[in-house]
């Protein structure tokens, strides 16, 4: 699916509407030539008040958590058999209780857990140290004075916890299983290190654009938004949105609900709403293009359109007109993030 149409659902509910839209003819295909100067006067776009999202850091610990659940993924690797230890990371079931009636949070299947990493409260992850495999303990614990949730904290509990299996450790006779890739543990925890890395900087990426978006929005002033280029959004969103629901067997309707969690007889407003919203960031977008002399040529879109029917697209569901404006998109957003990236 087309990302900027991700954006702006996630956009949506920090974006307030426009009190009404104006009529000149302008679609997404004009954008690139239109003089956006007569419908939108941008703030100082470097010196916007950008909330910046929290950036994950990704730790030895981050690294093997990650390990662990990749493991755990494979049957083959999983001990049926022998006694926990300290640093062991194991898969239990549990059952808390205080004075004898469950707590919300209390209970849980196939947890993950490290002995010794402190993950639970005290005395939980010592008294499982010596438990068998199959083996069900019942700690005698106490929550913490200070505890995060109030509804427990300083409380006696009873945790019922039951050892379902201990998790082999990753090395280079078993690392074949995790991914048939691969030969050596330690190039595989180097690479899923780096995969780690990409991925929470992009996740990073993903919400400062949204949250420089929104800051854009909001610091604009809009003289009018075109009727004509808000139903040209409109059209191309149905189209995007019907395109993923087909691809994956079920109705538009379904996917708006289940995907992005819109009641059906919401989604016409919610949709009516995207679009207007895309209709102002485009218009605030190649405001900005204008104004730092970026542009796209017809080689990179020509490379866009290779690379997408190479991967088995069709040129009937992406226009040289959408490539090109998220193109400009992806670069006027490149500068805004090297602005407020931390």
Request: proline share 1%; hydrophobic share 40%.
């Amino acid at each position: 699916m087309n990302k900027r149409w991700k954006a702006a659902l996630a956009l949506l509910a920090a974006v307030g509407m426009l009190t009404g839209c104006g009529k000149s003819n302008v679609t997404i295909a004009d954008l690139k030539d239109t003089e956006v100067e007569k419908y939108v006067t941008i703030p100082d776009y470097k010196n916007l008040e950008v909330v910046r999202p929290r950036k994950v850091e990704v730790t030895e610990q981050y690294v093997k958590t990650y390990l662990s659940y990749k493991i755990n993924e494979v049957s083959e690797l999983h001990e049926l058999t022998g006694t926990v230890e300290n640093g062991d990371v194991v898969n239990i079931d549990y059952a808390g209780t205080i004075d004898g009636t469950a707590f919300q949070g209390g209970t849980a299947q196939g947890q993950l857990l490290e002995i010794g990493s402190g993950s639970f409260i005290e005395g939980f992850e010592e008294g499982l140290i010596g438990a068998s495999v199959g083996e069900t303990k019942e700690l005698d614990l106490r929550f913490a004075d200070d505890y995060k949730s109030a509804e427990v904290a300083g409380k006696d509990c009873v945790f019922a916890v039951t050892i379902n299996y201990i998790l082999s450790e990753l090395t280079d006779e078993n690392v074949n299983l995790v991914d048939g890739g691969y030969q050596s543990a330690a190039l595989y925890r180097e690479d899923a290190e780096k995969m780690l890395k990409e991925r929470t900087q992009e996740q990073y990426d993903r919400e400062l654009e949204n949250y420089i978006a929104t800051s854009l929005i909001a610091g604009c002033t809009y003289e009018e938004v075109p009727v004509s280029l808000v139903k040209d959004y409109r059209e191309n969103l149905q189209t995007e949105f019907e395109n993923a629901a087909a691809a994956v067997g079920i109705t538009f309707e379904e996917y708006m609900t289940s995907a992005y969690q819109v009641p059906a007889e919401s989604i016409d407003n919610e949709m009516d709403a995207i679009a207007l919203r895309c209709a102002k960031e485009g218009l605030a977008v190649q405001a900005i293009a204008k104004a730092e002399g970026v542009s796209v040529s017809e080689e990179e879109i020509d490379a866009v359109m290779a690379d997408y029917t190479a991967a088995g697209g069709s040129d009937e569901n992406l226009s040289r007109e959408i490539v090109q404006v998220n193109l400009l998109y992806e670069k006027v957003y490149d500068i805004l993030k090297d602005i407020y990236r931390e």
